[in-house]
């Protein structure tokens, strides 16, 4: 049987993509290589801009349920260096708007996941390649298509089909880690993180705090100018945390001890994230059966953009193709058109920020961004 329109990838994305045509009666089918929706843990929290993320959710008919699952709290910032001063805090008030407030990333899959007719996601299947209008899975099975979306994220199998670009290690090297449950088990850390996002910016290191919606606090150790192959000879052992929250602590020799004092309190979970980044202003020439969207497109340092391009990436391609159901080569076209120009734009604002938070005086120049003279 021939899908008219394939989406590869159950991300934020792809899933967008697959409620806006579903609200728009097109059918779509979308393939996810996890074998169910709670297979992996989803992460973190992000934070949904009211113009970009919260847009996407407005096209797809949920902006209400959203508003019912985010965290307007989890806007709030704190920011310091790492003698301990404080440079900025920002308490967001019960009554400001929800410019940019937070959500469980797990929730709001969820919420996608449950707007969308129970068979539209075919879990377990793995793409390992396409070729002339046919997806071939890694479990032998395959499917054709008309249209096929690649929204299978930073290491697409799409992406191949339309251009040679791979990402590359920016060059900094991030370990998470996480305090479960901080109310109770750290009170004193709790009240030191607050309700939302808590940076310590140093001179090629940087540690951010995150409060989860459920009690657990996130933690990003950054290190910038680092090499492709740090994490092999960093002398971090991942495979024994204890030792590895010392040798953590041990790189963070000569920051305030309140800062080492929340990497000792972490759990077991110690997880390497290189950071790798698509060229900024990636385009390609558009073929009438194939596009991208989200990460698979303009994969982008981690600084706030990702998540909201990919689901409004997702929404407007949806509203493309809604426009020109009987045309998808010009949807293809004139989502690509919009798509490229915002995520370029989006991607050199990702890299100037990642430029501030790998520089000598981070944290100063950090302030002077968000407090513009
Ligand atoms: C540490 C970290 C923190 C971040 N914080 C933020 C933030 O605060 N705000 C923000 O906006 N962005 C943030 N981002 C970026 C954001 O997570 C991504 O940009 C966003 O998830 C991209 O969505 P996506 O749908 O394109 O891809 P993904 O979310 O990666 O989804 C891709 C999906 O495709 C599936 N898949 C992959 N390969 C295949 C295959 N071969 N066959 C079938 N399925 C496949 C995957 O299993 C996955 O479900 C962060 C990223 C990181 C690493």
Redesign the pocket.
């Known amino acids: 049987m021939t899908i008219a329109i394939a989406i590869?990838?159950?991300?934020?994305?792809?899933?967008a993509l697959a409620r806006v045509l579903h609200v728009n009666g097109i059918d779509a089918v979308v393939?996810?290589?996890?074998s169910s929706r709670g297979a992996?843990g989803q992460?973190?929290?992000?934070?949904?801009h009211s113009g970009t993320?919260q847009q996407a959710l407005r096209e797809a008919g949920l902006i209400r349920q959203f508003h019912a699952i985010a965290r307007r709290a989890g806007q709030d910032l704190r920011l310091l260096e790492p003698d301990g001063t404080l440079l900025l805090q920002e308490d967001t008030p019960d009554d400001a708007p929800l410019e940019r407030p937070e959500v469980d990333?797990g929730d709001l899959r969820d919420l996608l996941l449950d707007s969308l007719p129970e068979h539209a996601v075919r879990w377990g299947?793995?793409?390992?390649s396409a070729d002339n209008g046919t997806l071939h899975?890694?479990d032998g099975s395959s499917a054709t298509y008309e249209l096929l979306v690649g929204?299978?994220?930073?290491?697409?199998?799409v992406r191949p089909l339309l251009t040679d670009a791979r990402p590359a290690h920016t060059g900094q090297n991030?370990v998470?880690l996480g305090i479960p449950d901080i109310d109770r088990t750290h009170p004193d850390l709790a009240a030191m993180v607050g309700r939302g996002n808590y940076w310590v910016l140093g001179n090629g290191q940087s540690l951010s705090a995150q409060r989860n919606g459920d009690g657990r606090v996130r933690i990003?150790l950054s290190f910038h100018h680092t090499a492709e192959d740090w994490f092999a000879t960093s002398g971090i052992p991942f495979g024994d945390p204890a030792a590895a929250r010392v040798r953590l602590i041990e790189l963070f020799a000569g920051w305030h001890p309140r800062f080492t004092a929340l990497i000792a309190a972490c759990d077991d979970t110690v997880l390497p994230?290189p950071?790798t980044t698509l060229p900024v202003g990636l385009t390609w020439p558009s073929r009438p059966d194939v596009t991208l969207?989200?990460?698979?497109?303009h994969?982008?340092p981690?600084?706030?953009?990702?998540?909201?391009?990919?689901?409004l990436?997702?929404a407007l391609l949806g509203l493309a193709l809604a426009a020109h159901p009987d045309d998808f080569p010009a949807a293809v076209k004139e989502y690509e058109r919009e798509m490229f120009e915002r995520t370029s734009a989006a991607g050199r604002q990702s890299a100037r920020i990642q430029d501030i938070l790998a520089s000598p005086d981070a944290s100063r120049k950090m302030l002077a961004f968000f407090q513009p003279a």
């Open positions: 590869v990838g159950a991300g934020l994305g792809g899933l393939y996810e290589r996890e992996r992460g973190g929290m992000l934070d949904l993320g990333r299947h793995a793409l390992e899975f890694a929204a299978d994220g930073a290491q697409s199998r991030v998470e990003y994230r950071i969207l989200g990460d698979a497109a994969l982008m981690p600084v706030g953009q990702g998540a909201n391009m990919a689901l990436d997702g």
